[in-house]
């Protein structure tokens, strides 16, 4: 079972699968090795592997290999792979490779999909939203809603067709030190919600670069778990700056010892957000699973012309609120040289007012 990264194969393929066998009744039969994220059962043996590297795939043989988010990998690491199905077979069970995907445009149609001597040996399986029955009445209606705000989004995530982004908003660049930044200032975005991710992250500043982690992102949490969690999750006696719609939580916050402000907010402080964050240099912490498909995902609105607008579409965006939060109301106070009196200021005239 392959992902690109490690840290996404961990969240999204691992342990999902460790669930599904205490689903069925059959954990307690298993030999897991939870640090090479291998397990055995009934003298099979199913390898959690990223291929970020692609050589640790060298010298390996494979039945089946199933391939989650293929459109991260590249061609050459996926013709890598093919040649990996090379474990002896039974008769009548060839060997087999399995790619899942949401259908962004990527070599995957045009390699496979659109390349006949490809295609005589694949079956394609297209599946929608409409077919998940586990899904809420609340995220259903979000991926309805794209209807009305992108065609591409709506294309990919609704009606399962392969369809181009290019409207994206964010660059970034992904690094493995994260824990090595030693920071000039460290602040913290906070999303809330319940039926959608409670979203936090941490922001490192040092020599004008941002470094960014995913630190929360958990739907269904009552206010006393935000609260627990967050006092876990972030520095102590660090300034975090949350969705200002919530004045009674982020007060119920406070009265926890917690030092929590709403983030400023006007008439044009997405936009401006938005705009303050593709100005920075921005370089997100590998682990960061939620927030890495966030920025791949976030776009513009379009117009009825096929302009752009100075809207984002409201999808997908959690982390990317509270990243904005945090930015935008620690960079607002632009006429100080000293962010850091600006910060003091800024918290000094809500603890005034």
């Given at each position: 079972?392959?992902?690109?990264?490690?840290?996404?194969?961990?969240?999204t393929?691992?342990?999902?699968?460790?669930e599904?066998?205490?689903?069925?009744g059959?954990?307690?039969?298993?030999?897991?090795?939870?640090?090479?994220l291998?397990?055995?059962?009934?003298?099979n043996?199913?390898?959690?592997?990223?291929?970020?590297?692609?050589?640790?795939?060298?010298?390996?043989?494979?039945?089946?290999?199933?391939?989650?988010?293929?459109?991260?990998?590249?061609?050459?690491?996926?013709?890598?792979?093919?040649?990996?199905l090379?474990?002896?077979t039974?008769?009548?069970?060839?060997?087999?490779?399995?790619?899942?995907?949401?259908?962004?445009?990527?070599?995957i149609?045009e390699?496979?999909?659109?390349?006949?001597?490809?295609?005589?040996?694949?079956?394609?399986?297209?599946?929608?939203?409409?077919?998940?029955?586990?899904?809420?009445?609340e995220?259903i209606?979000?991926?309805?809603?794209l209807?009305?705000q992108?065609e591409?989004?709506?294309?990919?995530?609704?009606?399962?067709?392969?369809?181009?982004?290019p409207?994206k908003?964010?660059t970034?660049?992904?690094i493995?030190?994260?824990d090595?930044?030693?920071?000039?200032?460290i602040?913290?975005?906070?999303?809330?919600?319940?039926?959608?991710p409670?979203?936090?992250?941490?922001?490192?500043?040092?020599?004008?670069?941002?470094y960014e982690?995913?630190?929360l992102y958990q739907?269904?949490?009552?206010?006393?778990?935000?609260?627990?969690?967050v006092?876990?999750?972030?520095t102590?006696?660090?300034?975090?700056?949350?969705?200002?719609?919530?004045?009674?939580l982020?007060?119920?916050?406070?009265?926890?010892?917690?030092?929590?402000?709403?983030?400023?907010?006007?008439?044009?402080?997405?936009?401006?957000?938005?705009?303050l964050?593709?100005?920075?240099?921005?370089?997100?912490?590998?682990?960061?699973?939620?927030?890495?498909k966030?920025?791949?995902?976030?776009?513009?609105k379009k117009?009825?012309?096929g302009?752009?607008?100075d809207?984002?579409?409201?999808?997908?965006?959690h982390?990317?609120?509270?990243?904005?939060?945090a930015?935008y109301?620690?960079f607002?106070?632009?006429?100080?040289?000293?962010?850091?009196?600006?910060?003091?200021?800024?918290?000094?005239?809500?603890i005034?007012?």
């Amino acid at each position: 079972i392959i992902r690109k990264t490690r840290p996404s194969l961990k969240m999204t393929c691992w342990a999902p699968f460790l669930e599904m066998l205490q689903d069925f009744g059959i954990y307690e039969y298993c030999f897991i090795n939870k640090s090479d994220l291998n397990l055995l059962l009934n003298g099979n043996i199913i390898y959690f592997r990223s291929v970020d590297k692609i050589s640790k795939m060298k010298s390996t043989e494979f039945n089946y290999i199933f391939i989650e988010e293929a459109d991260e990998i590249d061609y050459e690491t996926y013709h890598i792979l093919k040649t990996r199905l090379s474990a002896r077979t039974i008769e009548g069970q060839p060997n087999q490779m399995f790619i899942a995907l949401n259908p962004v445009q990527c070599w995957i149609q045009e390699k496979i999909l659109n390349n006949p001597k490809e295609l005589k040996d694949v079956k394609v399986i297209k599946s929608t939203y409409k077919d998940n029955p586990f899904l809420s009445k609340e995220y259903i209606k979000i991926l309805e809603d794209l209807k009305y705000q992108d065609e591409n989004l709506y294309k990919i995530y609704c009606l399962g067709e392969f369809s181009q982004m290019p409207n994206k908003i964010y660059t970034y660049n992904i690094i493995d030190n994260y824990d090595s930044i030693n920071a000039d200032e460290i602040i913290y975005g906070l999303d809330f919600g319940f039926n959608n991710p409670t979203a936090l992250i941490e922001i490192k500043m040092k020599d004008k670069v941002i470094y960014e982690r995913e630190l929360l992102y958990q739907t269904g949490l009552t206010t006393e778990q935000i609260i627990d969690r967050v006092k876990c999750l972030a520095t102590p006696n660090k300034y975090i700056f949350a969705d200002a719609e919530d004045a009674r939580l982020i007060d119920e916050m406070k009265q926890a010892g917690l030092m929590v402000y709403p983030a400023l907010k006007d008439k044009k402080s997405v936009y401006n957000g938005i705009m303050l964050v593709k100005s920075l240099k921005i370089n997100i912490d590998i682990n960061s699973v939620n927030l890495i498909k966030e920025k791949n995902n976030y776009i513009w609105k379009k117009r009825p012309d096929g302009s752009l607008s100075d809207e984002p579409v409201k999808f997908l965006d959690h982390l990317l609120d509270a990243e904005r939060y945090a930015l935008y109301t620690y960079f607002k106070q632009n006429n100080v040289e000293n962010k850091t009196d600006a910060l003091n200021s800024f918290v000094n005239y809500y603890i005034k007012s």
